[in-house]
């Protein structure tokens, strides 16, 4: 149920029943040599669209780019600076809020979003504590990076073992690749397993990852894993939002 899918009525008769909305959140950056540069976003939006039909829910406009400074060194990618992004968030909330949406729950498709993510709720929140001086029930946030999810984490790693790595994953490939399965493409790597290690700016990361994989093989990566990974995602994802909302695990 994707809120821009939506009228002004539907989405007053909704809030009659739920003060909830997902909120999807991703990333615009490179993903190694056949991952897609959208594929951060795109994992959260394809997940949030199926936990929102499961848990019949509204699903916001999905935040398409996000903290990705260190992937500035590759053709494609872009960031915001985190004081942006803490206004986006803060400002999409708020103009929800001003409707009655009281739990907002971020699917996040992105590991460099979480850090400012989490500031923008507790700026939210010192906005709601800060401006009236009243302890009334106010805001609630929770950011869910699908990933994480046991489901998914035990299927990633029974899929791909050490070949997942950190970034360029051949899970989120695999993700991508079946909710948009015209992007397949295959290529060896070289060498098969990316180096692991840490990195501080954008050029830096180039130095020391140069086809921009950290730990991972997405090459073998395949649409049919991506569909045993979104019902993964999807099933558990959506006990947490019913559990979040109020309404318990009962999807
Ligand atoms: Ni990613």
């Not at 992105?110 to 929140?125: D, M, Q, R």
Request: charged share 20%; glycine share 12%.
């Amino acid at each position: 149920m994707q809120l821009q899918l939506q009228t002004w009525p539907d989405v007053e008769t909704y809030l009659k029943r739920s003060d909830g909305i997902i909120m999807p959140i991703g990333s615009t950056e490179q993903h190694g040599p056949i991952g897609l540069v959208g594929t951060d976003a795109l994992c959260a939006e394809i997940v949030a669209r199926g936990v929102g039909e499961k848990a019949q829910a509204l699903v916001a406009p999905t935040i398409n780019v996000g903290m990705a400074q260190h992937h500035l060194g590759f053709p494609g990618s872009m960031t915001l600076r985190p004081s942006t992004m803490i206004a986006v968030v803060r400002d999409m909330v708020q103009s929800l809020a001003r409707h009655g949406f009281r739990r907002f729950f971020f699917i996040n498709g992105h590991g460099g979003n979480i850090a400012t993510v989490t500031a923008a709720f507790s700026e939210i929140y010192a906005d709601a504590s800060l401006a009236g001086g009243s302890n009334t029930p106010g805001i609630h946030c929770r950011l869910k990076n699908w990933w994480e999810s046991p489901g998914v984490g035990r299927l990633s790693k029974e899929l791909y073992g050490k070949a997942e790595g950190s970034h360029a994953t051949p899970s989120e490939v695999a993700l991508t690749w079946y909710g948009w399965p015209q992007a397949e493409r295959h290529q060896k790597m070289e060498p098969a397993i990316a180096p692991n290690g840490s990195f501080t700016d954008a050029f830096d990361y180039r130095r020391n990852f140069p086809d921009g994989r950290i730990g991972s093989n997405p090459d073998l990566a395949t649409r049919e894993a991506g569909q045993r990974l979104y019902e993964a995602a999807v099933g558990d994802i959506a006990g947490d939002y019913l559990g979040f909302v109020g309404k318990g695990a009962t999807v």
